[in-house]
């Protein structure tokens, strides 16, 4: 019996680690998923903590200043579900994955995915070691659909789920493209009149005083941002926060129980227990405030009440899921209910998003189009003070 590290999620939504004895990791999660908690890591124990305590510090930096784009793992999940679909295995498919993805940290991913799926290990536990990479829905969307038998769906599925953020983000980048240039041209006429009177040099050093200050300023709340919402406490804080705005919080919370609502729907139809589709169902809504109060209330099940009973106590998904799964539980059709969800708010959220971006962009358009004309006005008026002063 060798002794093994662990790391998992608690009934209350705790963070626990300690060790336990066992054959091997599948083993030790089996022991560990049948007490009810969500298993995060499970690692030999004599080789993980120096070298776990590295790799935190490694993939924290790294999803700072380093982060994966959807697009890239949009490519990434869409060729698993192709290889997978060919008849190759987990272990043949990461191997092929690993030779043909343009991204380093997704190549020494697959790479080590490949040859944990060759020990008959799980995939989801090396997604949990590549945090710049995989976010926690990611891994738990996969250990659901690892537990379900179902990888080429899962794979499909988070390959739409990556499709639609990069639309999504493709879409704000277009709304915001010609607010963009305005804050650029905002920077940079005022700076010509010094190009033509004073040279080049001047006008390097007028430039450099705009500007700097800006770049330096948005550079330092991007990756602040970044870096508070990788400590669980902030950033638990600011998805409650998202969930309580007037119009992104309905959004958000709308876009959380729709991967809620996708995962509990797969770990159902594989005859998952209810207290562990649950938590793990949880931590795919990819919302801390939304999973907190999900998994308060899971233990619940337990203690024989039904599973909508436990979903209208926590008050974290919308009503309407609510009303629909007490429907369901009448005909025991939860996976299809669940299902339904799923796509409505998915449909809502699409065209939400985008309404989002048009109503950010145009925000934008305005400020700036204010500031210039601030601008322009601040300079006529002391055009205009000055020549008056002249003529007296």
Known sequence: MARFAYEV???????????????????????????????????????????????????????????????????????LRVLLSTGMNVSQ????????????????????????????????????????????????????????????????????????????????????????LLVAAAILIPTVPPLILGGFGAWLRLLLSRSLPLVVGITIAWYGWRALRNIESISEAIDRLKLSLPWFGKLARKTATARWARALATLSSAGVPVHRAMVVAAAASGNKAMEKSLVKEAHRVLEGRSLTEVIAASRAVPPMTVDLLTAAERSGSYEQALEKVAEYYESETEVGGKQTAVAVGMGLYLLIALIIAIMVISFWGGYFHSFLQYME
């Open 9 to 79: 999620r608690g009934p209350t939504g705790q963070t626990e680690r300690g060790t336990l004895e066992g054959k091997n990791t599948q083993v030790v999660t089996r022991a560990l998923q049948a007490q009810g908690y969500f298993v995060l890591s499970v690692r030999p124990a004599a080789t993980t903590r120096p070298s776990d305590q590295r790799e935190r510090l490694r993939q924290s930096v790294a999803a700072i200043f380093y982060p994966i784009s959807s697009k890239s793992l949009a490519i990434f999940f869409t060729s």
């Open 93 to 180: 498919a990461m191997r092929v994955l690993s030779e043909q993805t343009g991204s380093p940290m997704l190549a020494e991913a697959a790479r080590e995915m490949s040859e944990e799926a060759a020990r008959g290990r799980p995939m989801s536990e090396v997604l949990t070691r590549y945090a710049a990479a995989f976010s926690p829905t990611t891994v738990a969307v996969m250990q659901a659909g690892e537990e379900s038998g179902m990888v080429e769906q899962t794979a499909d599925r988070l390959a739409k789920h990556y499709d639609r953020s990069f639309q999504l983000e493709q879409s704000y980048r277009w709304q915001t493209f010609y607010p963009k």
